[in-house]
């Protein structure tokens, strides 16, 4: 299979890359380095020992991907590409709706224009906003997102699920699409060889690459948002899924999608339409029980406070991961103790991360 990665250089993109090429697939990578560098992509064909097709450019600029993907005519598109910082979609909404929609949008123009059928979408569990009860089930109703980030997700798994519809009823489309929404729990950890691993700029929002920032010595302490919700220990409980785990999801994705529009052809049926999948564990882990596994695995305990709450987060967010497992054939086999491990292995052998 030929599979086409927007995004591909960065943190995600680059560990399926990975899975992608050791699955036997043909990998090219469209970025234009807003938030990556190329080295991640010669990190993985080191790894790999094969080469990946790559192309510096803006997924929404619509003239150099239609040259692009003439070139490629991939079986598969794998759309990562994104703005991704919460807390800055809220100070610059307008950048995060022209990135996301367009570059989403600009490739399904281009699709539509040279037939291609199949692309793999990165969701997240931010669309299932705060009113469900988890364990999230793929049917569980879309709620009102908390900042403009999520509302990116939200639209974008809209917009491709209404151009699947519409590319059944033929439209102007020539082949139906097929559209697959992966909503990711909460990606963590690092390739096992250490050579490849989260690489957030500037002060890392989120929860892993903060612990591991401290336990390397680049901060102080890790601030610990509230202790004071409903759960066992009081801090916020997540679906911490190990990345390589993640990657292999979209492997199996892309195998499934394309399998799956062989066998409606062959029985002259028609292909497309949408399908959701979590990808998550299904079991969830407490800020503080992350922080505690970090330490066993970088081998000296991990500063903390406890600060407030942060404005937004929800209590308890996990997967019921139940659909992947049944259709896909996919479950996460890396718990915690192989997450923080292959985190510290990153961040010690790259304390400054890629280029530096
Ligand atoms: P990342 O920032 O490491 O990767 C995104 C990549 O897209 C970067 O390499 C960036 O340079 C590139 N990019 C952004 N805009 C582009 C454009 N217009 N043209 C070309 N390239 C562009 O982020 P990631 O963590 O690898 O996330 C990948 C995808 O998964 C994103 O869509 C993100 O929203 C989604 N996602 C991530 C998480 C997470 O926790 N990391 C959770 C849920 C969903
Ligand atoms: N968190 C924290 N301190 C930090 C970053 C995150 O206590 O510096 C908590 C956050 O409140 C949440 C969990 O860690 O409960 C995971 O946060 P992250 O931003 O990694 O992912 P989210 O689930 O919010 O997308």
């Known amino acids: 299979m030929k599979t086409l990665l927007t995004g591909g250089a960065g943190y995600i993109g680059s560990h399926t890359a990975v899975a992608m090429l050791n699955a036997g697939h043909e990998v090219a990578v469209v970025d234009n380095y807003a938030n990556s560098s190329a080295e991640a992509i010669a990190r993985v064909e080191k790894i790999t020992g094969k080469k990946v097709a790559l192309y510096e450019a803006d997924v929404a600029d619509k003239e150099r991907m239609m040259e692009i993907l003439k070139a490629e005519m991939p079986d598969c598109i ?34 539509r224009e040279l037939g291609l059928t199949s692309i793999v979408f990165s969701s997240s569990a931010t669309v299932y906003g705060e009113d469900n009860v988890p364990p999230f089930t793929e049917d569980a109703p879309k709620g009102m997102c908390t900042n403009p980030y999520g509302w990116t997700k939200w639209m974008q798994e809209q917009m491709l699920t209404d151009a699947a519809k519409a590319s059944a009823k033929g439209d102007d489309w020539k082949t139906p699409l097929s559209v697959v929404l992966l909503r990711y729990f909460n990606p963590v950890g690092a390739h096992e060889s250490g050579l490849m691993g989260e690489d957030p700029q500037g002060i890392p ?3 892993m ?21 409903d759960t066992p220990d ?32 062959a029985r002259g049926e028609a292909a497309g339409g949408t399908e959701v999948f979590n990808l998550g564990t299904g079991s969830p882990y407490s800020v503080l029980e992350m922080v505690e596994a970090f330490g066993r695995a970088c081998g000296h305990a991990v500063a903390y406070e406890i600060g407030a709450r942060r404005a937004g987060d929800v209590q308890d967010s996990w997967a019921d991961a139940s659909k992947a497992r049944a259709v896909l054939g996919w479950e996460a086999s890396r718990g915690i103790d192989e997450i923080c491990r292959d985190a510290w292995n990153w961040q010690s052998n790259n304390p400054q991360g890629y280029n530096k």
Do not use: W
Not at 256 to 265: G, M
């Open 209 to 229: 690459p903060y612990i591991s920032q401290v336990a390397v010595g680049r901060r102080d302490h890790l601030t610990v948002f509230g202790d004071d919700y």
């Open 205 to 207: 929002n989120n929860l």
């Open 234 to 265: 009081g801090t916020c409980r997540r679906d911490y899924i190990h990345v390589m785990d993640l990657a292999e999801g979209h492997v199996k994705a892309a195998e499934y999608v394309i399998e799956k529009r062989k066998e409606a052809e």
């Open 78 to 111: 794998i759309h990562f590409a994104g703005l991704k910082a919460v807390g800055e979609s809220v100070a610059k909404p307008v950048e995060y709706y022209r990135n996301n929609i367009d570059t989403t949008l600009t490739l399904l123009e281009c699709m």
